[in-house]
């Protein structure tokens, strides 16, 4: 089985992938240079499954992702969650001290995580956006002054140097990646169900469909409101339940919530991280 | 009176505070570098006033503006919004043909809003995040083949050349800008109210803290969640309701809300922008 990833090697979600292949045997890894053209490979059957980050604890959604599942046509499907911690490194090729710092190279969610501490140490740096931060640690190669932000299996995978570690704003920092595949996970008894929806725009309509979950007593673990990218101040929201969408209640709920909202689409239901 | 905002001269920011400053007299605006400095001259009395972008209809937040007003200590309050339409152009110093260019510079918020613009013209262009549009505009100067992403205004204040026009993902795009100050606004009549809160982690709390609005039938005009920081899968709910945090009604809805939530900020009450 093939399995696509953001590459190159080294990334937070190669880490995310093996840790979600520990003891699956044939699988093949496959990076992939961005977001999109990960998220991609499976609507173009390049591989069967793929690992996508979606939310950090810090930052909050990758938009990209996140816009891409919801507005996607061709059936893509969650089958499962990893999360992992993440700690970010200040990676250089050679020694450098930090007021000879001129440049900072990582993708923009890394940046993000790290604003405060890129603010303070480093304010009058430039700042570039990578499309991966193992990509960011490959850019530092033989350039004096500029600094990566990134894991440190990166720096030991491009023989880089760590100068400093754990950079991110909030020490406790968590990714959350979806397993994406052409169909979700079969019902196991520990599931989470991923759907988007957008309600009609009159007061109470969020509150109405949410009655739905409440009056079932079914947990929501993740709310979100995207913008419906057509009107200022109207949203799409993508809410995380708890259950399969098999499963009678959830089945229930789903029908449901038909009735109360202008648009839903069920993104898949998976089993839980432990 | 003294407004901040975020500069230098051209940046869309700046068209804000020239649309909410339009008839008022003895205004001066101060330029600040990036949008903490643009918030931070509120709490450190260097202006009495600050506009700041918070909202964009196609990339959503402005995160660093949200998280900044969320756990904000020195008591800024919002007192406006401005809305303005925002139309991206692709500028540059020398004339250059596309398959030269192989640099972007813009705000973090421009690149995502013209994402499929970027990646379908310019798959392999070096992208470099700058505080600020105009910043972009700025960094051209004599450099072939590096573009900027900003606003035409900025293009003609510096003296650049358009290349392209209308680059955004969605064409009808448009960004809310708040007012910030130490006092919120004056009842109109025509108010709103933005608050921010947290909920118990127990399954339908959040449906019983928007409960308290739906039963008032007060109008929620934007609901977004941003995360706690602390924990995975643990939120801040910004909500912005119609009315005036002295109207009686929106008066007895603040407080049941402080009973069904364990964090309740209100962030100010303002005239809704025509």
Redesign the interface.
């Known amino acids: 089985m093939k399995i696509g990833y953001l590459g190159p090697k080294g990334t937070f979600s190669e880490e995310a992938v093996i840790k979600y292949t520990q003891g699956v045997e044939n699988c093949e890894v496959v990076e992939f240079n ?1 977001i ?1 053209e990960v998220i991609n490979c499976i609507s173009n059957s390049l591989c069967e499954e793929a690992v996508i980050p979606i ?6 959604s990758v ?2 992702a996140v816009d891409m599942l919801i507005n996607d046509a061709n059936g893509i499907m969650i089958k499962g969650e990893v ?1 992992i911690p993440i700690s970010h490194c200040l990676i250089s090729d050679a020694p450098v001290e930090f007021k000879d710092v001129h440049c900072i190279l990582s993708h ?1 969610q890394a ?2 995580q790290c ?1 405060e501490y890129i ?1 303070k140490k480093f304010p009058n740096a ?4 990578t499309d991966s931060t193992a990509q960011a640690v490959l850019g530092v190669k033989s350039k004096p002054g500029v600094v990566a932000i990134g894991p440190e299996r990166a720096a030991v995978i491009y023989g880089m140097r760590i100068i400093d570690r754990d950079i991110q ?2 020490k ?1 920092n ?1 990714t ?1 990646f979806l397993v994406l595949s052409q169909k979700d996970g079969v019902v196991t008894g520990k599931d989470k169900t991923s759907i988007v929806f957008s309600v009609p725009n009159v ?2 309509s ?3 469909a ?2 739905v ?2 009056n079932k ?11 419906s ?5 109207e ?1 799409v929201f993508w809410v995380d339940i708890e259950g399969h969408r098999e499963d009678e209640i959830v089945k229930s709920v789903l029908e449901e919530l038909k009735g109360r909202t202008d648009f839903l689409k069920v993104l898949g239901s998976y089993p839980k991280f432990k």
């Open positions: 961005t999109p939310e950090n604890s810090i930052e909050g938009n990209i999360i923009q940046i993000a604003r603010s430039e700042i570039k956006a704003d909030v406790e968590y959350r007061p109470g969020l509150y109405n949410l009655g979950l409440a007593k079914i947990n929501m673990t993740k709310i979100e409101s995207r913008p990218r057509k009107k200022l101040g949203y």
